[in-house]
């Protein structure tokens, strides 16, 4: 009887000290998770002693603890940065179209190798450069080789874009307008080699993926954020968020078009 007290006894005891461990490293993890929001807090008010932005929001998410914070304002005339305030992210959304890229090579629809040309319905000879043709990578690395950034009418859109003339109307350019648009394209460097920041990458990447899941690029994008719980973040629909969306400001510090 005495060994089963003293077995007890120390398993209590042990009990009780991996109890005292276990708070105690989260005391110490709960701690570092502070200071670096201390950090970060003192990052975001640097970036506006600069003067390169106006507001911003920042959100950390480590270990199971969150972290948000407002910094800056938008401005005197309109509506105060809060949880409901809406920021386009802009090309941020390219981070979106390679996650879901990720996800469609787990799910076997999609080969990173693989040439994009099995993709596309029609002739598209002009996509490669000495028999090395664009690859689902390429696009999603920006290192297609293309001779030019975009397609004419391409370049066009966008700029009509950034300057806000889309802000209320709908814009006359479709994916079978860009496909076609992409047959007159010349890929003058070898794909992969070649490095160019550009939009023709991901337009084509959600074309494809539209493809492989046989769904609307909406309603992908849609089905990914509510399996990643982000029931905030939305594609922009002017009528619908106007009222919530902050102002963005140019170089010259007057108010940017919305795009």
């Known amino acids: 009887m005495k060994q089963i007290k003293l077995i007890i006894i120390c398993l209590l005891i042990f009990s009780c000290n ?10 110490k993890a709960s701690n570092t998770f502070t200071d670096f929001t201390k950090v970060v807090d003192g990052y975001a008010e640097a970036i506006l002693q600069n003067g390169n932005v106006n507001s911003f929001a920042l959100a950390v998410y480590k270990n199971g603890e969150a972290y948000h914070n407002y910094y800056g304002e938008i401005d005197k005339n309109t509506i105060d940065i809060n949880d409901s305030l809406l920021f386009e992210i802009a090309s941020i959304t390219k981070t979106f179209t390679g996650s879901l890229v990720a996800k469609a090579v787990l799910d076997g629809k999609i080969n990173l190798d693989d040439d994009i040309r099995k993709y596309l319905k029609g002739d598209y000879s002009n996509l490669e450069f000495e028999n090395t043709p664009i690859t689902i990578k390429n696009l999603l690395t920006h290192t ?6 975009h397609p004419k009418r391409f370049s066009e859109i966008n700029d009509k874009i950034s300057e806000g003339y889309y802000k209320n109307k709908k814009i006359n350019y479709t994916f079978k307008d860009f496909l076609e648009d992409l047959k007159k394209m010349k890929v003058d460097k070898k794909p992969g080699t ?7 990458g991901p337009e084509l990447m959600a074309y494809i993926l539209q493809n492989v899941y046989q769904k609307n690029y909406n309603e992908i994008i849609y089905e990914f954020l509510k399996e990643l719980n982000m029931n905030d973040t939305y594609l922009m629909d002017f009528e619908k968020h106007k009222n919530n969306l902050a102002n963005g400001f140019n170089e010259e510090n007057n108010i940017a078009p919305i795009y």
């Open 18 to 27: 991996n109890s005292n461990e276990t708070k105690e490293k989260e005391r």
């Open 144 to 149: 297609l080789g293309l001779k030019n950034k």
């Open 194 to 200: 070649f490095f160019e920041y550009n939009s023709v």
